[in-house]
Structures are given as structure tokens and as C-alpha cells.
């Protein structure tokens, strides 16, 4: 797998609904214990087969070879953030969801359902939104601005029923 900031961005293009939130700088400094470090066999929605590796390393956890960290919301509910580079925002923290249930893994984005109450929950979290349009990608890419706690604090805000699968993972 290349890379889960790239794979979430392919899938996404595909999807031309929901939306992939990120930030200049990191909502989380510090990773919750996450059980699911291992090697997954994937599909995403097109039942297109992948692989991903999430693994403890000094000082925290990588997904796919890049730094992530894990903030534990519920039991076997974890919002994700990577630190990535993208050729044309440079620096990049994405967010999204993983739940694990047993041998399984499921990573969703916000759906469109989500992307309808996203203003008003970026309102009383005290953050700002920001579309940021791609030339290689029309789904809604969404930068949120603001100060760390507070985008914490608008993304555990989703629950699971506002997201969408877009990988499911079985454990190697």
C-alpha cells in the first residue's frame, strides 16, 4: 500500500461522496493504546484487495510507514490522525475512523449525511472550515482551523451512525 494518506484519497475519488477532514497542525500529540497494530488484508467498497500495516514504533504507532496517533473515543471506536505530505498542501494532519470488532478492522470517513451537520458542529467547537479544491479529485477535501483541542473536539463529535465504511480489514 502506498500510503494511507494516498489510499484514503484514492478511495475517496472514487466515492464522490463524503470527505476527508485534515489540518495544518496536529489535533492529537500523544496516541491512546491501540489493539489493532498488525498486519490487514483489505477491500475497500469495490472489493478491490489491499494490504496495511499498523505498527508500534518508538514514541508512538505508523500506519503504512507514516506517524499516526489514536485517540480512543469508545470501545473499539479510534480517530485517527496521520502526519502525511501532499504535493500541493505540503504538510498535512488527515483524520478519520477506525473500529475494530474482533479480527476486524473498519476505517469510514464522514459521510454526506456528516458533511451536512459539519458547519454547525465546527460552530460550537469553535473551528473553521475551509473547502479546499484539488485538481486530481472533486470529493470535498476539508481543512479545519483552529486550535488543537478544538478540532479535537469537532472531530469526536461524529458518531459512527454519520460515517461511511470506506475499508473493511481482516487481521493477516
Not at 494516498?6 to 496516541?31: E, N, T
Not at 503504512?64 to 504538510?91: C, H, I, M
Request: proline share 6%; net charge positive.
Amino acid at each position: 500500500m502506498r500510503g494511507a494518506w494516498f489510499l484514503l484519497w484514492g478511495v475517496l475519488g472514487l466515492l464522490l461522496s463524503g470527505c476527508l477532514f485534515f489540518s495544518d497542525k496536529p489535533a492529537l500529540s500523544r496516541s491512546d493504546a491501540f489493539p489493532g497494530v498488525g498486519k490487514w488484508d483489505c477491500k475497500d467498497f469495490n472489493g478491490k484487495a489491499s494490504t496495511m500495516e499498523i505498527k508500534r514504533v518508538r514514541g508512538g504507532y505508523q500506519l503504512d510507514n507514516e506517524p499516526a496517533w489514536f485517540k480512543r473515543l469508545e470501545e473499539g471506536f479510534y480517530l485517527v490522525q496521520l502526519e502525511s505530505r501532499d504535493d500541493t498542501l505540503g504538510k498535512i494532519y488527515p483524520y478519520f475512523w477506525i473500529e475494530l470488532e474482533g479480527g476486524r478492522l473498519h476505517m469510514s470517513i464522514a459521510s454526506p449525511e456528516a458533511i451536512g451537520t459539519a458547519p454547525s458542529k465546527a460552530l460550537r467547537a469553535g473551528v473553521e472550515l475551509e473547502e479546499v479544491m484539488k485538481e486530481d479529485s472533486p470529493p470535498p477535501l476539508y481543512r479545519v482551523k483552529g486550535e488543537p483541542a478544538r478540532i479535537l473536539r469537532f472531530l469526536s463529535s461524529f458518531k459512527r451512525s454519520e460515517l461511511m465504511t470506506v475499508y473493511s480489514c481482516r487481521k493477516s
